[in-house]
């Protein structure tokens, strides 16, 4: 039979064990550029990721639920129709930050986004 101290220390091992492992594996995805992504994306194909960039003029299409994503050397298909919220400035030249599946279809990458979040203009707005 193990001493008092012992079972404290076998407890203690087990729980420090226990909360290391959730730590490590639940680690979010770092945020990649478009550019990052589209270099890397043989790798990365069918893998959830985080992407941010800025949204095209023109681009958003309400209908199909769209919008392209633009790099400095690459554009990217962002479909959010899986998107459980949208802030509500999505909007030409916003930078937005999309969270979801890479694939490959119909000839295009495309990211199937999960989570889409925008950045606040008056935040980066100039004071009077």
Same mark, same amino acid.
């Given at each position: ?10 407890? =203690? *091992?087990?729980?420090?064990?226990? $909360?290391? =492992? ?17 270099? &890397? @994306? ?6 959830? $990721?985080?992407?941010? #960039?800025?949204?095209?003029? =023109? ?11 633009? #790099?400095?050397?690459?554009?990217? +298909?962002?479909?959010?129709?899986? !998107? #459980?919220?949208?802030?509500? #400035? ?5 930078? $937005?930050?999309?969270? =979801? +599946?890479? @694939?490959? !279809? &119909? *000839?295009?990458? $495309? ?5 889409? @979040?925008?950045?606040?203009?008056? @935040? ?5």
């Amino acid at each position: 039979m193990l001493s008092y101290r012992n079972r404290l220390l076998l407890i =203690g *091992g087990v729980v420090t064990i226990a $909360v290391l =492992g959730t730590i490590f594996l639940q680690a979010p995805a770092p945020t990649l550029t478009v550019d990052q992504l589209m270099e &890397d @994306k043989s790798t990365l194909l069918d893998e959830e $990721v985080a992407v941010r #960039g800025e949204i095209r003029d =023109g681009s958003i299409n309400e209908t199909s639920m769209t919008f392209i994503l633009e #790099g400095s050397d690459f554009d990217l +298909l962002i479909d959010y129709s899986n !998107a #459980g919220s949208i802030s509500n #400035g999505l909007g030409d030249n916003r930078t $937005v930050y999309a969270e =979801g +599946l890479f @694939k490959f !279809a &119909d *000839g295009l990458y $495309v990211v199937e986004a999960e989570t889409i @979040k925008t950045s606040c203009p008056s @935040k980066y707005e100039e004071e009077a």
